[in-house]
C-alpha cells in the first residue's frame, strides 16, 4: 500500500521534530568539549536553523521512494 502524501508529511514532521530535540540535547552536550558556550536560547535558534531544510529533505525523499516504488522493480 503506498503511503499517502499527508501521511508522509506527517512521518517527516515527527522525523525532524525527534531530530531536532535531539540536536539540541547534542549540542549542549558537544559544544562545551570544543569550548563553544552558548545559551538555551541560541542553541533553540542554530536548531531551527535547519528544521526546515531537514523537513523539505525528509518529506522529498519520501516522496521520490514512493515514486521509484511504484514505477521500478521495488514495486
Known amino acids: 500500500m503506498k ?5 508522509s508529511l506527517i512521518e517527516a514532521t515527527t522525523n ?10 547534542t549540542q549542549m552536550a ?3 568539549l570544543f569550548g563553544l558556550e552558548a545559551a538555551l536560547g541560541e542553541h533553540l535558534a542554530i536548531g531551527m536553523a535547519f ?3 531537514s523537513l ?3 518529506y522529498l525523499l519520501r516522496r521520490l521512494f514512493e ?3 511504484g514505477a521500478g522493480p521495488f514495486a
Open 30 to 32: 558537544v559544544f562545551p
Open 3 to 7: 503511503q499517502s502524501r499527508v501521511m
Open 56 to 58: 523539505a529533505r525528509s
Open 67 to 69: 515514486r521509484l516504488r
Open 51 to 53: 528544521v526546515g531544510v
Open 16 to 25: 525532524v521534530v525527534v531530530g531536532y530535540v535531539l540536536a539540541i540535547a
